[in-house]
């Protein structure tokens, strides 16, 4: 120990502390600021790079969910169109076929009354002649077979039942 | 590797063991051992001039690439002389009236004649003024800080230059400072305060790292094994983290929360204790560790001269070189540790006041 306190110089010591203060003062302004400021900035920086890739991958993830959304739906609408287009189709064509099926029953019906009522101008004209017809016979056998009683009634009664039998 | 050197070792002792050196190799191998030593304690020591080597040639020491630093004394006044005059302690400085002489690397006031008087334990008893020189270890500190200074200011700079990426030499330092920050000081202070921390620990760092490894040079310069300068660093972690600590340290020194009141009492002394001996421990360990690395380095090279035969030196340079390869890891190791433990003791400082569980 005293060896030790021996060899201690003092002016020694003085120097060292004072070159060290003013090397450590001196750095401080000249080196160590500035090169920790400029290894945080860039330590800054290369996180907020690296955070700005990640949400830049989550957007893209995001997108890329969103294009296939839309895309199933787009597909889906597709479907639907296609589906709604085929029961319309097959409506129309339904529809069609009622339509036409009534026209030609209502037609049918139509022409059905048409013939009756032809018929029944048919059997009313036809009954005017017989009536017409059995005038002239009448007339005409009221003019030619008057002469004969018996004969008339014969006639008349040959014709009635003539005219009968075709009513 | 551990094998490696165990094996060295083992041949290394029974070369000692069978050399069988006769009287005459005896007596040279005596001074030479003395000269070794005096050479070692001399190279741990700090000193007032600088020279890259010394050889003796006629009786007389020649110097190599000598340097005279400049000699700063306050002694009612300031008196600033070259080291050259002191012509390695041979000569008397006359400065006014005072007379001024190095002895054993410290300097003493002394008559014209430059006696020295000493005590019954031989230490010197002649007064000593204060001594502010640039020593070898103040010059070496100011060009490690001037480098420092250069080698960071210019990376600082080369970020807005390049668009916050480093360059140059600042590509290797850059790593090491956020080592630092994210392997020191954030898990032992948090992520709350290290801020505050980081110019001194990372200035530490580099600093004991730069001098540990100028220490391992062949310059010879003892910097960080020397007390004065591991007291100096630790005195500034004593001070940082006493004048920063919060309610919380204090109330864990002078009223430790969570125990009877007779063991808060008796728990003051050892907390305060504690606070001197934690700094303390810091100073000691990097004093002795680069002391230690230096005394083992020098002694092995030493033993190539002492051995002098082919078998004793080859196997000392293999293991100088060896012990050469661990101090590189020991100076970055010993600047990691005083740093390390430095933001330990601040996350004391600033801890803050958790659940009672202590």
């Given amino acids: 120990m005293e060896k030790l306190l021996g060899e201690f110089s003092f ?105 009756e009522n032809e018929k029944q101008v048919a059997i009313t004209s036809l009954k005017n002649e017989v009536a017409d017809l059995s005038l002239q016979i009448a007339e005409s056998l009221t003019k030619e077979h008057l002469s004969s009683d018996k004969k008339q009634t014969e006639l008349v009664q040959k014709l009635l039942k003539e005219v009968d039998l075709k009513a | 590797m551990k094998r490696i050197f165990t094996a060295l070792f083992a041949l290394l002792l029974a070369t000692i063991a069978f050399a069988n050196p006769t009287v005459k190799e005896k007596e040279t191998n005596g001074s030479v ?77 002394t008559d014209a004649a430059g006696t020295i008087t000493y005590d019954d334990a031989h230490h010197p008893t002649n007064e000593k003024p204060l001594d502010l020189s640039i020593t070898k270890s103040v010059l070496t500190m100011l060009l490690t800080a001037l480098l420092m200074f250069f080698l960071f200011r210019s990376l600082a700079r080369s970020y807005s230059k390049n668009g916050n990426i480093a360059m140059g030499i600042g590509r290797f330092f850059e790593p090491i400072i956020l080592y630092v920050r994210d392997d020191i000081a954030i898990p032992n202070i948090g992520q709350k305060h290290h801020g505050r921390y980081m110019s001194f620990l990372l200035t530490v760092f580099f600093f004991i790292w730069f001098l540990n490894l100028l220490g391992l040079t062949p310059l010879g310069i003892n910097v960080t094994g020397n007390i004065a300068v591991t007291f100096g660093l630790a005195l500034i972690t004593f001070l940082l983290t006493n004048l920063t600590a919060n309610k919380n340290y204090w109330a864990h020194i002078f009223w430790m929360p969570g125990v009877p009141v007779l063991m808060k009492i008796a728990l003051i002394p050892i907390e305060l204790l504690g606070v001197i001996i934690k700094p303390f421990s810091l100073l000691i360990r990097l004093y002795a560790n680069m002391q230690a690395g230096h005394i083992v380095l020098m002694s092995l090279i030493g033993l190539m001269f002492i051995f002098n035969n082919w078998l004793g030196t080859s196997l000392s340079f293999a293991l100088a070189f060896a012990i050469s390869i661990i101090e590189l890891l020991v100076a970055l190791l010993q600047a990691y540790i005083f740093t390390m433990l430095s933001a330990l003791y601040f996350g004391f400082a600033v801890e803050e006041h958790h659940e009672e569980a202590h």
């Fill in chain 1, 11 to 115: 002016g020694l010591f003085i120097w060292q502390t004072v070159i060290v203060t003013a090397l450590i003062l001196l750095l401080r302004k000249f080196a160590w600021k500035p090169i920790l400021n400029t290894i945080n900035e860039r330590e800054e920086g290369i996180r907020s790079a690296m955070e700005s890739a990640e949400e830049a991958r989550q957007e893209m993830q995001h997108l890329q969910a969103d294009n296939e959304r839309i895309l199933k739906e787009a597909r889906a609408e597709r479907e639907g169109l296609l589906k709604e287009a085929r029961e319309l189709r097959q409506k129309m064509i339904d529809d069609a076929k009622e339509e036409a099926k009534a026209q030609s029953e209502q037609l049918l019906a139509q022409a059905k009354e048409a013939i």
């Fill in chain 2, 33 to 109: 051992k003395d000269e070794i030593k005096a050479y070692i304690q001399h190279h741990l020591k700090d000193s007032h001039d600088f020279y890259l080597g010394s050889y003796k040639e006629d009786g007389k020491k020649h110097y190599v690439g000598y340097v005279g630093l400049p000699i700063i004394i306050w002694d009612n006044g300031l008196n600033i002389f070259s080291s050259s005059k002191f012509e390695h302690g041979k000569a008397v400085v006359q400065k006014g009236t005072n007379y001024y002489k190095l002895y054993h690397g410290k300097i003493y006031k």
